[in-house]
């Protein structure tokens, strides 16, 4: 079945900073303008004028360019009382969306790109995890995910294993769920919400939820961006830019089977918009 980019959920953006002059901005190549109305609505609109769907969630204004097929995915631990919502901000990356999201499911990298905070040497090792496709949600999960971070949270206090769960609901959206420091009986949530600009630039929200009443919020917007400006550097040298969906193209590991999942999941509803499809 194939789902047409132009019909899915895009951030475009942050409520907080929505001001009645608004933001003019891009989405799959086309250019659009976010803003408030007179009464304090967001809305967005096109060049022509043309009034496009939005939805408020997760601190972000959302659209689209079609018809959506469904509702916005929904986080239930965003409901929860205590738990502090926080907007990251936007990060553009020139490198394609879905290149973006892919890179946010990897673990592998932890060690080498965000040395001595998500990861360290000789705790390289990725342990064995399972992977799905949901069928009755149609997303991809990840889970049963173990690392060794030497800083898994602003929170955290030395080295934990960390358990990880990923899902990816959009093709351009990715949630996280992962040991909670103060509450290990719950999960902390970051999210990683991409708007498409071209097939080849992108905007990247971030946005978490979790339970710390110490760490100003601050510092919790500061350590994720550190975070993601560590992924950028590696993100922009990646080859080829946009995603390869044919599996010859790249040789998967076993610390890839997220990937390769979340790639097949593309393929299989033709969500190619930021993809190579063959090899040059």
Same mark, same amino acid.
């Given at each position: ?11 475009? !953006? ?5 001001? @009645? ?12 303008? !976010? $803003? ?10 096109? /060049? ?53 999201? +892919? ?52 929170? $955290? +206090? ?25 509450? #290990? ?9 991409? /708007?498409?600009?071209? +097939? ?41 830019? @946009?995603?390869?969906?044919? #599996?010859?193209?790249?040789? #998967?590991? @076993? ?8 790639? @097949? ?16």
């Amino acid at each position: 079945m194939s789902f047409p980019m132009q019909d899915e959920w895009y951030p475009v !953006a942050m409520l907080s900073d929505l001001h @009645r002059q608004g933001r003019d901005t891009l989405l799959l190549g086309q250019p659009i303008h !976010a $803003a408030r109305d007179p009464n304090g609505i967001p809305i967005v609109t096109t /060049q022509n004028g043309q009034h496009l769907v939005t939805i408020e969630r997760f601190g972000h204004l959302w659209t689209s360019l079609g018809t959506p097929r469904k509702d916005l995915f929904s986080i239930p631990e965003a409901d929860q009382p205590g738990r502090t919502l926080v907007d990251v901000g936007v990060v553009r990356v020139k490198c394609s969306p879905l290149r973006a999201v +892919e890179n946010f499911l990897d673990i592998a990298h932890f060690p080498f790109v965000h040395t001595d905070i998500l990861g360290a040497e000789p705790h390289t090792e990725v342990e064995n995890y399972q992977v799905e496709i949901r069928e009755d949600s149609d997303e991809v999960w990840a889970t049963k995910v173990k690392f060794f971070q030497p800083q898994a949270a602003k929170s $955290a +206090e030395g080295g934990i294993t960390t358990d990880y769960m990923y899902r990816v609901p959009l093709p351009t959206c990715s949630v996280l769920y992962k040991t909670c420091p103060p509450r #290990p009986a719950e999960w902390d949530v970051i999210c990683l919400f991409v /708007q498409p600009l071209t +097939e080849e630039l992108c905007d990247v929200w971030p946005w978490m939820a979790l339970f710390d009443d110490e760490t100003p919020l601050t510092d919790m917007i500061h350590f994720q961006q550190l975070i993601f400006l560590q992924d950028r550097s590696i993100l922009e040298n990646q080859l080829p830019r @946009r995603l390869p969906l044919d #599996p010859g193209m790249e040789v #998967p590991t @076993r610390a890839d089977m997220t990937s390769v999942a979340y790639r @097949r999941w593309l393929k299989r509803h033709n969500f190619t918009y930021g993809a190579q499809l063959v090899a040059k």
